[in-house]
């Protein structure tokens, strides 16, 4: 069976940093681009960051170019989304999701985080 689960979120301070991880199973995970989708009540879930097959592919929403990285461990099934200089606005559960060119699409349980003082 298909599955994405993340994990690393929580609790940080404006300015703090955080990573999450993403670890694929039941399905070749190299062969999904893989993206990371963050969503607060009330709000469409939005794109934060997508990576394609290889790594070789990379963007970012404007709102976090310059503090967030993604990146993507074939050998492990895993993608990452490290998290600098967080702010209040970051705020929010972050899904990963796997998808293909036919129209395949798997999402994650989604992880909390939560920036405040």
């Known amino acids: 069976q298909a599955q994405l689960a993340e994990s690393g979120g929580g609790l940080v301070q404006p300015g703090g940093s955080l990573r999450l991880s993403c670890a694929a199973s039941?399905?070749?995970?190299?062969?999904?681009?893989m993206s990371w989708y963050r969503q607060v009540p009330g709000k469409e879930r939005e794109l934060v960051a997508i990576?394609?097959?290889?790594?070789?592919?990379?963007e970012y929403a404007d709102s976090v170019k310059g503090r967030f990285t993604i990146s993507r461990d074939n050998a492990k099934n895993t993608v990452y989304l490290q998290m600098n200089s967080l702010k209040s606005e970051d705020t929010a559960v972050y899904y990963c999701?796997?998808?293909?060119?036919?129209?395949?699409?798997?999402w994650g349980q989604g992880t909390q985080v939560t920036v405040s003082s």
């Open positions: 999701k796997a998808s293909r060119n036919t129209g395949w699409v798997i």
């Open positions: 039941g399905f070749t995970f190299s062969s999904n681009v």
């Open positions: 990576i394609g097959y290889t790594g070789s592919y990379i």
